[in-house]
C-alpha cells in the first residue's frame, strides 16, 4: 500500500470514529426536546436537567424504552393477546352472548390502538432518586421518552368500562370511581386493577362483601377486568395478560 493510501486509510477512520464518538448513547425526549449522553447516566442526572419547572409533577411521571427492539417484543406481546381474545369474542359469539361478544370487541379495538413502548419501573421524583443511591441507576444505551406535567386532574380507565376517564378526587377510595362509570358486560364490580406511574400493580377489592379502602394516587390508571365467573377455563388468565401489556402503554398527560 503506498503512502497515499494509507494516508486516506487514516483519515477514513478517525473520520468513522467522530461519528462514533458524536452519537449519544443515551438519547432522551421530553415534550419534543432532546438530550443527548455520550456516556451512560445515572437516572438523577436525567431527572435533574429535565426538571425546568417547579409545576412539574414527579409522583406521576414515567419513563419508557423507545427502541426498536423493545417496540418488536411488545407488538408480538399485543399479536399474542389479540389473538386470544378473538378467540374468546368467538367462544362468547358461539355460546350466544353477544354482549360479552362486544365487550370483547371494544377491548380489542382500544388494545390495538394502544402506543406501546417499555415502561422502565422506576420512581422518578429527583429529590426521592439523589437521596437514595439504590433509586439512582445507571440507564443503559438506548433512546428513552419521559413523560412529566402538571398534577393530573382525571384519572385514566381501560377496560370494560364505557368512559376513558374520570375527574381525580382526593381522599376517596377506588370505589368512588367505579360506581360513577359505566361497566360494561361482563366487568367485574368485586375487583379492579390500579396501575400506578411508577409502574405497581394493585388489586382493588371493590365488592359490597369485600370492599376495601385504597386511594388512587394521581397519575394512576385503572383498569376494570371480566369478572372470572363470565371466563370459560382456558381464559381464566387473560385479565392478568392484558394487565401486563397495559403496563406499557404510554399515557398520554
Request: proline share 4%; aromatic share 8%.
Amino acid at each position: 500500500m503506498n503512502r497515499l493510501s494509507c494516508l486516506l486509510l487514516a483519515l477514513a477512520i478517525a473520520g468513522l470514529n467522530v461519528v462514533k464518538a458524536a452519537t449519544p448513547v443515551v438519547l432522551v425526549e421530553h415534550q419534543g426536546k432532546y438530550q443527548g449522553y455520550f456516556e451512560k447516566p445515572r437516572l438523577g442526572l436525567v431527572v435533574t436537567q429535565f426538571n425546568a419547572s417547579a409545576s412539574l409533577y414527579w409522583p406521576a411521571a414515567r419513563l419508557f424504552k423507545v427502541d426498536l427492539d423493545t417496540k418488536l417484543k411488545l407488538e408480538q406481546q399485543r399479536k399474542q393477546l389479540l389473538s386470544r381474545l378473538a378467540a374468546l369474542k368467538l367462544e362468547f359469539q358461539q355460546d350466544a352472548e353477544p354482549q360479552l361478544a362486544a365487550s370483547v370487541e371494544k377491548l380489542e379495538q382500544d388494545i390495538a390502538a394502544w402506543e406501546l413502548a417499555g415502561h422502565m419501573q422506576l420512581s422518578l421524583d429527583p429529590d426521592i432518586v439523589r437521596a437514595k443511591k439504590s433509586l439512582n441507576p445507571l440507564l443503559s444505551a438506548g433512546q428513552y421518552k419521559l413523560l412529566v406535567n402538571v398534577r393530573p386532574t382525571v384519572v385514566q380507565l381501560e377496560g370494560l368500562v364505557a368512559e376513558k376517564n374520570i375527574a381525580l378526587a382526593d381522599a376517596v377510595s377506588v370505589v368512588h370511581y367505579l360506581d360513577s362509570v359505566s361497566v360494561l358486560d361482563g366487568g367485574s364490580s368485586s375487583y379492579l386493577y390500579i396501575i400506578t406511574a411508577a409502574g405497581k400493580v394493585l388489586i382493588a377489592k371493590t365488592g359490597l362483601w369485600n370492599n376495601t379502602y385504597q386511594e388512587v394516587s394521581p397519575g394512576s390508571l385503572l383498569f376494570v377486568p371480566f369478572e372470572q365467573r363470565f371466563l370459560p377455563e382456558a381464559f381464566s388468565d387473560i385479565n392478568e395478560q392484558i394487565v401486563e401489556l397495559l403496563l406499557h402503554k404510554v399515557v398520554a398527560q
